[in-house]
Each structure stands twice: as C-alpha cells, then as structure tokens.
C-alpha cells in the first residue's frame, strides 16, 4: 500500500534550521509531484513548496521561497525539506503527500503522511 513516512521535525530556535525527510513506498515515486503542505495551531491547511517529477520545477509559497529547499531523490523514493532562516511562523506539523495525476500535476493530493511536528521557539 501506499505510504509517506516524515521524519526530522523538532524543537529549534528561531533562525536555526531543519531539515524534514519524507520517505515513499507503495507506489512508483518517480512518476509523481509530491508535495509538502503544513498546519499551523488551530490555522488550515497551507501549501508549502511541490516538486515536479523530473526536478526542472520546484514551486514555493511566498511565506517560505528563499528560506525553504525541497529536493527529491528518486533512487531513494526521498523527498526533503530543507528549512533555514526558521521562524515562529513556520510552527506547524509538516505533512507530504502526492498528487493524484500519473505524470502530470493536478493538485489534488491523495496520499498523505501522518506529519512530523516543527516547533520554532526560543
């Protein structure tokens, strides 16, 4: 079955940096756009950054572009999350999923992880 597993969330002051990892099995990972998308307390759901397939385009929110890094490595069925420069905005529990489109881009994401807990804070 299909899963997304995040890990290295945690505790880290502002300024600091983390950096989140989003493993994949289940399905054929190189054929898809995968995504992280946050929630901070008691906030909706915020897009963050989405990586394309091949790597030629990687798309950030406004809130995070030139602060966050996503890469993938396909050979690893890993994506990453890069987070510098962190603040107490950027508080949230960090999910990745995967678009529903083979090949393409939809932005209907039908596979999530269960989250990983960032806290900025000093």
């Known amino acids: 079955q299909v899963q997304l597993v995040e890990s290295g969330g945690g505790l880290v002051q502002p300024g600091g940096s983390l950096r989140l990892s989003c493993a994949a099995s289940?399905?054929?990972?190189?054929?898809?756009?995968i995504f992280w998308v946050r929630q901070a307390p008691g906030k909706g759901l915020e897009w963050v950054s989405v990586?394309?397939?091949?790597?030629?385009?990687?798309y950030y929110s406004d809130s995070v572009k030139g602060r966050f890094i996503m890469s993938r490595d396909n050979a690893k069925n890993t994506v990453y999350l890069q987070m510098n420069s962190l603040m107490s905005e950027d508080t949230a529990v960090y999910y990745c999923?995967?678009?529903?489109?083979?090949?393409?881009?939809?932005?209907?994401?039908?596979?999530w992880g269960q989250g990983t807990q960032v806290t900025v804070s000093s």
């Open positions: 999923a995967k678009d529903r489109l083979l090949y393409g881009s939809s932005w209907s994401l039908d596979y």
């Open positions: 990586h394309n397939i091949g790597g030629g385009s990687i």
């Open positions: 289940g399905f054929t990972f190189s054929s898809y756009w």
